[in-house]
Antibody, heavy 116, light 109 residues
């Protein structure tokens, strides 16, 4: 069974940094594109970033370009999101997701709160 | 890039059927979309992919009560024999997961 388990969320001050992790199991991690998607409190889903199977291609929503970095370690079956220069508007639950042509599996999410 | 438009809310009675719509913006009517369900307080769950032809591919364990179809730029999710736990937000997704619709909040009366 596919499992995606996020960790690393928490409370951080504006301008601070946080690194999210996603541990994957139950499928051949290195064969799939992966995504991070976030959901601000009471709002809808917002795509954040995609990464290709071998990490050679990455894509970001404009609002996080230059601040967030998506990466993966296929040997550890893990996905990461390094978040720097965090802003109040980055407050959200962050979901790790596995993609085939579309997202087909979601993690349970980890909450990031940016506040002073 | 495409834009996905969904009604903000819908309602239907227990045991009845409801058809939710996701509309692709002009010039993108051939795109495949995916439907996701998000029950209150839970993570989203993938339901199915729907192609422009109406062909759909459901996720693991999705009940037969859920079906997909298409007409032009519209992609539909039909839920029959509504149950109380179908009360949820439903989102559509497209374009390499970079675009989500605003979501439809379904209330089961």
């Amino acid at each position: 069974e596919v499992q995606l388990v996020e960790s690393g969320g928490g409370l951080v001050q504006p301008g601070g940094s946080l690194r999210l992790s996603c541990a994957a199991s139950g499928f051949t991690f290195s064969s799939y594109w992966m995504s991070w998607v976030r959901q601000a409190p009471g709002k809808g889903l917002e795509w954040v970033a995609n990464i290709k199977q071998d990490g050679s291609e990455t894509y970001y929503v404009d609002s996080v370009k230059g601040r967030f970095t998506i990466s993966r370690d296929n040997a550890k079956n893990s996905l990461y999101l390094q978040m720097n220069s965090l802003r109040d508007e980055d407050t959200a639950v962050y979901y790790c997701a596995m993609r085939i042509t579309m997202i087909e599996w979601w993690g349970q999410g980890t909450l990031v709160t940016v506040s002073s | 890039q495409p834009v996905l438009t969904q009604s903000s809310s819908a309602s239907a009675s227990l045991g009845s059927s409801v058809k939710l719509t996701c509309t692709l913006s002009s010039g993108h009517s051939s795109y495949i979309i995916a439907w996701h369900q998000q029950q209150p307080g839970k993570a989203p769950r993938y339901l199915m992919k729907v192609e422009g032809s109406g062909s759909c591919n459901k996720g693991s364990g999705v009940p037969d009560r859920f079906s997909g179809s298409a007409s032009g730029a519209d992609r539909y999710l039909t839920i029959s024999n509504l149950q109380s736990d179908d009360e949820a937000d439903y989102y559509c997704e497209t374009w390499d997961s970079r675009v989500f619709g605003g979501g439809t909040k379904l209330t089961v009366l």
